[in-house]
């Protein structure tokens, strides 16, 4: 499929043909949801931790005598039905990961770039490699370009540059190829990836 590139002035780089492998699958939501599901899964910290019964600090005195109080025979204050009783079966340190095979990975990246593309939300530019350039001409010029939105995926590295003057944009993202993952391509609005980046990507999916 064909895909006109452009610079970051606005201006036409020519065309250029998108691998159908990556860019012209149908998209599948439950594809897209396990690999996003993944990502969260491991990226949570999981050190979530409430105290048990044998946790808390209380005497282990018994409460009352065993017998005459006409009550409960209680052992002791921590029980978890007393205020300040351990908890019962609560949250402890845990892993939330899961295992995903790489070739579904693959396959959900390939589907995320897919999905920008048959929606129309995929920008291809010639590069942003940058001698110099600062945050207002940057923010200028991605305005005039009407990205509100946007994730940029640069080649193997990100032109340091670039990278300092987008810093304090908000609403950019910039990775490297090795760096694009599904998450970050559904939660911008557009996605924006360079010539570099598209080589890579089409290296590293292949």
């Not at 201006?11 to 691998?19: F, R, V």
């Not at 409960?72 to 949250?91: D, L, N």
């Not at 609005?189 to 360079?194: N, P, S």
Request: charged residues 30%.
């Amino acid at each position: 499929m064909k895909a006109d590139v452009i610079k970051l002035d606005g201006s036409s780089a020519g065309t250029l043909d998108l691998d159908e492998a990556l860019f012209g699958l149908e998209p599948r939501a439950d594809i897209l949801h396990r690999v996003v599901r993944w990502q969260r899964n491991n990226a949570q910290a999981g050190t979530h931790k409430v105290k048990t019964r044998s946790e808390v600090s209380y005497s282990t005195k018994k409460i009352v005598r065993q017998k005459g109080s006409g009550g409960a025979r209680h052992g002791a204050r921590s029980a978890p039905i007393f205020r300040g009783g351990g908890v019962y079966k609560g949250p402890t340190p845990r892993s939330h990961g899961h295992e995903l095979t790489k070739k579904f990975r693959k396959l959900g990246l390939c589907h995320a770039l897919s999905a920008k593309a048959v929606a129309g939300e995929l920008v291809v530019i010639d590069s942003i490699d940058f001698n110099d350039v600062k945050t207002s001409v940057l923010a200028k010029a991605i305005k005039e370009l009407g990205w509100k939105r946007a994730l940029i995926i640069d080649g193997a590295t990100v032109n340091e540059n670039f990278a300092r003057a987008a810093r304090n944009i908000e609403g950019l993202d910039i990775l490297p190829s090795m760096g694009a993952n599904v998450f970050d391509i559904l939660k911008r609005d557009t996605l924006v990836i360079t010539k570099a980046g598209l080589e890579a990507l089409e290296a590293r999916l292949k």
